[in-house]
């Protein structure tokens, strides 16, 4: 079946400084991805859409400079948060998919906590 | 704009109890929409749970049912009877199959639930 592994499952880091978070697709060939945050007491709000081929669209309030984004294959995805502050933590969260018929899958999330 | 709003948690039954939890969605922008429960279980990703593309249509799995309600917009998740192993959080969330590229998901705000034994 499909599975998307996102790794870290959570991270520590201090503030000003980034961190990174990966997705790996399993099973099937991951043409989009969605990466999502979750701040607390709040619910998931797109970062950003990527997809093969195509120039990756952030979300208002969102900018490549502050979440830079890889898509460079059908089965990798990376994000890193940038000089993290602590209105960035929360749970980040992946999704991928094949093609545009098809349901996203989503990883397991990287809580990030930022000290 | 496009929301979703869903009942505030925490929402706590016991096993064998029946269950609802409310929905309604706003979709301004999308002409139809496709609606969808997700739910996490603790320490896993978000899972797909049901989903219903057509509006009047209803989505089924697990024992749980939703019905697309397309004049009261909503998309309430019902169970006749809930199980200890359903503890999770549940996640409304409609999406715009026309959208270009690929779509967004546009999630409620997420609902607790804890089945006592």
């Known amino acids: 079946g499909a599975l998307v592994y996102q790794y870290p499952r959570r991270t520590i880091c201090k503030s000003g400084t980034s961190m990174r978070m990966e997705c790996q697709a399993v099973?099937?060939?991951?043409?989009?991805v969605a990466w999502y945050r979750q701040s607390p007491q709040k619910t998931f709000e797109l970062i950003a859409l990527?997809?093969?081929?195509?120039?990756?669209?952030?979300e208002q309030n969102f900018t490549q400079e502050k979440f830079p984004i890889s898509h460079p294959n059908l089965s990798f995805s990376s994000m890193t948060v940038l000089n993290a502050y602590l209105e960035d933590r929360g749970l980040y969260l992946c999704?991928?998919?094949?093609?545009?018929?098809?349901?996203?899958?989503f990883g397991s999330g990287t809580r990030l906590l930022v000290i | 704009g496009d929301s979703v709003t869903q009942t505030e948690g925490p929402v706590t039954v016991s096993e064998s109890e029946s269950l609802i939890i409310n929905c309604t969605y706003s979709?301004?922008?999308?002409?139809?929409?496709?609606l969808f429960w997700y739910v996490r279980y603790p320490g896993e990703g978000l899972q797909l749970l049901l989903k219903v593309i057509t509006a009047g249509q209803k989505g089924s799995s697990r024992g749980f049912e939703a019905t697309y309600n397309k004049e009261t917009t909503s998309f309430h998740l019902q169970k006749a009877s809930v199980q200890e192993s359903d503890s999770a959080v549940y996640y409304c969330a409609l999406g715009d199959p026309a959208s270009s590229g690929s779509w967004q998901l546009i999630f409620g705000s997420g609902t607790q639930l804890t089945v006592m034994p």
């Open positions: 099973g099937f060939q991951a043409t989009s």
């Open positions: 990527s997809t093969v081929n195509s120039a990756i669209k952030y």
């Open positions: 999704g991928a998919r094949q093609g545009q018929n098809s349901d996203y899958t």
């Open positions: 979709a301004t922008s999308i002409a139809y929409p496709n």
